[in-house]
């Protein structure tokens, strides 16, 4: 088993900075990709950005490309979310996600999940 915890967010302005950071532990496999989700309020769970565990690509989606950015830590079991000029339409609860699937962007694909940190950006 696979257990996931999710720290950083909080409440910003819009344009601020925030950074998500997510820590596996248990039986995890530095080949796991890790991904990023969110789900605002009344809105079905969506992919924000995936990074590969063995070479480190990386893929995310339209809406925050050139704006945030995924990066593997030290120990390679923990992924940072670094999230610049944030929008309101960014508020959502973030979730980060960890399976064998490299880059997968559905969320069936993913097999362990944290329990989410809350991001609010005020306008």
């Known amino acids: 088993q696979v257990q996931l915890v999710e720290s950083g967010g909080g409440l910003v302005q819009t344009g601020g900075s925030l950074r998500l950071f997510c820590a596996a532990s248990?039986?995890?496999?530095?080949?796991?990709?890790m991904a990023w989700f969110r789900q605002g309020p009344g809105k079905e769970r969506e992919f924000v950005a995936a990074i590969s565990g063995s070479d480190g690509r990386t893929k995310y989606a339209d809406s925050v490309k050139g704006r945030f950015t995924i990066l593997r830590g030290i120990p390679r079991n923990t992924v940072y979310l670094q999230m610049n000029s944030l929008k309101p339409e960014d508020t959502a609860v973030y979730y980060c996600a960890a399976g064998s699937s490299s880059l997968a962007t559905m969320t069936s694909e993913y097999d362990y999940w944290g329990q989410g940190t809350q991001v609010t950006v005020s306008s």
């Open positions: 248990g039986r995890t496999k530095s080949s796991y990709a």
